[in-house]
């Protein structure tokens, strides 16, 4: 695992007054030369190098016990007699947390899809209350102190390198035999407790990491609330193949007595919610979809039909803490009228924001003309970044971006570049936590528009399935991809990175297999035809990168030929990708590329570390 660290760690010079009086033993100033044996410095290399240094930024990479060897789905293969939440339970007491985290208002949240974006929902509709938030949540996209939220924005670095060595060393000092350093989640749970005790949170959100009965989050032993997002079929490695074991297990979060809420499911999946409910005697409800209209003209953040039952669910399990912990009536009494929603409320759902969940970011090219003025010399490059990685959720994003592709000339477009007015930009708006723009209408009438597939995904997530569902529900809204890409995650040979990790242009010796796989089934659905290449074309088809006019070629327009893929390319290494596709914009200027990226929250994080850049 990668994490920003000082180049000197002044893990002790903060004050007590300054972590809200919460008491560290941590008195020593750190600095390289007193790391562990078992740390390593990561070289800084590339163009922002001194500008990192200057900034006194580095990289350590932290040792193998931390970051784990197990991938995400795989149970961790950890000896010793305890077993994971009999772990957990003891490094808490180590860390002296075992009895304050009962002091923490729980809200905890599991299911298969949208877990995310309720808990990022709940999240803002309570910090618009006035509470002081904390929000736990995985993956990470960009660095990993997105996982841990105070009052909306992510832990600063100086903070997150204080709690991390506090924890780290405790846990360093009292390992044994039968009780090693924790893996990468449950060191990063244990740390999200630290953080939210010792920052005296008035609500901490806990999202699941996997499952829910024997995950990391569950020592949690009487949260205020629970809910259950969206169940699908996912993780059935670990979880089980049916429907009904995979609700067993995000069902174990249930607390005796303790109301849950869930959404609307399939039968078989809320029948066994509401047997382990009944066991428990906990109140189960389901929480209906939110109504667009009591947003009282405003629209959510979170861009998708489905976000209106995540809404939904954050608005119940919202009101249900502040019920339980005495605080409903302060919210609601003012302008909490029948069945409208307190103004706090509408304000966290229109706010609320969340990397890489139907998100747009529109790539800005730009070069000053002889003026110093800055002016668009090129096509227009426009990301659409969403991980569904399920069937479920792959039918939503198709929808998702087939309505905004439709509507693109009036949709708000996120950038990740300045803010500052260029040109041809004439209005500034709020999306999903990034300041996006308003193109002129006359600009965007004279672009041509392309969608082009960007793709990547784990083995274990069947793309036979996500892939024609994708396609079949894009081309039902008249929506079709002119090309698909497939690209190898960066993530899959950088680990777990931060922001500012170096990221090559290419990774030599990158075995493609599994992208080709992809790309057969993709020729397959577009064509019905798998086209036989002989693997020296295959290997020589990724050092050459595609021509430019590749891209301007619809579907339907081309058809495999000369044992060739025509609707598709594997390219070796996302920043090449990227490169590429902006040289191809770059050429022509009347062409708009709109690129849904999806199938792995993975390749959506890299592909916006890459664009932050």
């Not at 410095?41 to 197990?70: E, F, P, W």
């Not at 204080?162 to 780290?168: A, G, I, P, T, V």
């Not at 609330?225 to 490695?237: A, F, I, Q, R, Y």
């Not at 993709?522 to 006019?549: N, Y």
Request: proline fraction near 4%; include cysteine; aromatic fraction near 8%.
């Amino acid at each position: 695992m990668l994490v920003h660290s000082n180049t000197t760690l002044n893990c002790g010079i903060f004050g007590v007054l300054h972590f809200r009086n919460c008491q560290f033993s941590m008195r020593k100033k750190w600095s390289f030369s007193s790391l562990p044996a078992s740390l390593n410095i990561h070289d800084l290399t590339g163009n922002n190098d001194l500008h990192q240094m200057t900034k006194g930024l580095r990289y350590a990479k932290m040792s193998s016990q931390v970051k784990g060897k197990t991938k995400r789905g795989e149970q961790s293969q950890i000896a010793g007699r305890y077993g994971k939440l009999q772990r957990m339970s003891m490094y808490l007491k180590i860390l002296g947390l075992e009895d304050r985290i009962a002091e923490l208002k729980v809200i905890h949240v599991s299911g298969t899809k949208g877990k995310g974006s309720t808990c990022t929902f709940c999240e803002a509709i309570l910090r618009e209350c006035g509470f002081r938030t904390g929000l736990f949540t995985s993956p990470h996209l960009i660095d990993v102190r997105e996982r841990f939220r105070i009052n909306g924005l992510d832990i600063t670095e100086d903070k997150f390198l204080f709690y991390f060595w506090e924890c780290w060393h405790l846990l360093r000092e009292n390992v044994t035999e039968d009780l090693p350093m924790p893996p990468l989640f449950q060191f990063l749970t244990v740390l999200a407790f630290k953080i939210f005790v010792c920052e005296q949170v008035d609500v901490a959100i806990i999202e699941v990491g996997l499952g829910g009965e024997m995950d990391s989050t569950n020592v949690i032993k009487e949260p205020v609330v629970c809910g259950v997002t969206s169940l699908g079929m996912d993780h059935m490695e670990v979880l089980g193949n049916t429907l009904n074991d995979i609700a067993f297990h995000k069902a174990g979060i249930f607390k005796p007595q303790i109301p849950a809420f869930t959404v609307p499911q399939l039968s078989e999946a809320m029948s066994v919610l509401q047997d382990r409910a009944l066991e428990l005697m906990v109140p189960l409800e389901v929480a209906a979809p939110l109504d667009i209209e009591k947003l009282k003209g405003l629209e959510l953040s979170l861009s998708g039909d489905h976000q209106l039952v995540n809404a939904g669910l954050a608005v119940s399990l919202s009101e249900c803490w502040l019920r339980r912990t005495g605080n409903w009536e302060k919210v609601s009494h003012n302008d909490g009228q029948g069945a409208d929603l307190p103004d706090a409320f509408v304000r966290g759902l229109s706010t609320a924001h969340l990397l890489g969940r139907a998100q747009i970011v529109y790539d800005i090219s730009s070069v000053p003309n002889s003026s110093g003025l800055f002016e668009n010399s090129s096509g227009e490059l426009i990301f659409y970044l969403d991980g569904a990685h399920t069937a479920e959720s792959m039918e939503a994003c198709a929808k998702w971006f087939s309505s905004v592709v439709k509507g693109s000339g009036n949709s708000s477009l996120s950038s990740m570049s300045s803010t500052t007015k260029i040109n041809n930009m004439e209005e500034v708006v709020q999306r999903n936590g990034y300041i996006g723009h308003k193109m002129e209408k006359t600009k965007q009438a004279n672009k041509i528009s392309k969608q082009i597939l960007l793709f990547n995904c784990m083995e274990v997530r069947h793309p036979q399935v996500l892939l024609p569902r994708l396609v079949s529900t894009c081309a039902s809204s008249g929506t079709h991809f002119s090309k698909a890409l497939f690209v190898p995650s960066v993530s899959t040979y950088s680990k777990v990175m931060s922001g500012s990790s170096f990221i090559p242009l290419a990774i030599s010796g990158k075995d493609l297999s599994w992208q080709f796989s992809l790309q057969r089934l993709w020729e397959r659905i577009i064509h019905g035809a798998d086209p036989v290449l002989e693997k020296s074309s295959m290997k020589e088809s990724t050092e050459i990168l595609p021509p430019c006019k590749f891209l301007y070629e619809d579907a339907p327009l081309c058809s495999p030929a000369e044992e060739c893929f025509a609707c598709s390319a594997v390219i070796p290494s996302l920043p090449l990708t990227i490169k590429w596709l902006r040289d191809s914009v770059q050429e022509n200027p009347s062409i708009r590329v709109q690129v849904l990226v999806t199938g792995s929250l993975h390749l959506v994080g890299d592909v916006l570390k890459l664009l932050k850049r």
